[in-house]
């Protein structure tokens, strides 16, 4: 079953970069779009950024231009730089195969950006 592994996290200042990075198993990587959510207590999970198995790209309106989606197929791993980072995007981030209907999820990666 797949299983998913986010790492990365940690306290940046605002402005500050980081990168996620998401290791993933149990499923036919190279052909699944993957995708990053990222979650804040007491809100709704948000999509932020995905990538198709053929690495077309998609960001959500509040991190384009400074975050950016990857993976590397040989590694079965994906990941997120993020720059320009802003107090609004401290949040648990998590990655997830893009259309998986499951219930899994990883335990995500806590991000925390100090203003």
């Known amino acids: 079953q797949v299983q998913l592994v986010e790492s990365g996290g940690g306290l940046v200042q605002a402005g500050g970069s980081l990168r996620l990075s998401c290791a993933a198993s149990g499923i036919i990587f190279s052909l699944e779009a993957m995708a990053w959510y990222r979650q804040v207590p007491g809100k709704q999970r948000e999509l932020v950024a995905s990538?198709?198995?053929?690495?077309?790209?998609n960001y959500a309106d509040f991190v384009k231009g400074r975050f950016t989606i990857s993976r590397d197929n040989a590694k079965n791993m994906v990941y997120l730089q993020m720059n320009s980072l802003k107090p609004e995007d401290a949040a648990v981030y998590y990655c997830r195969p893009r259309y998986y209907t499951g219930a899994y999820w990883g335990q995500g990666t806590q991000v925390t950006v100090s203003s």
């Open positions: 990538i198709t198995s053929g690495y077309s790209t």
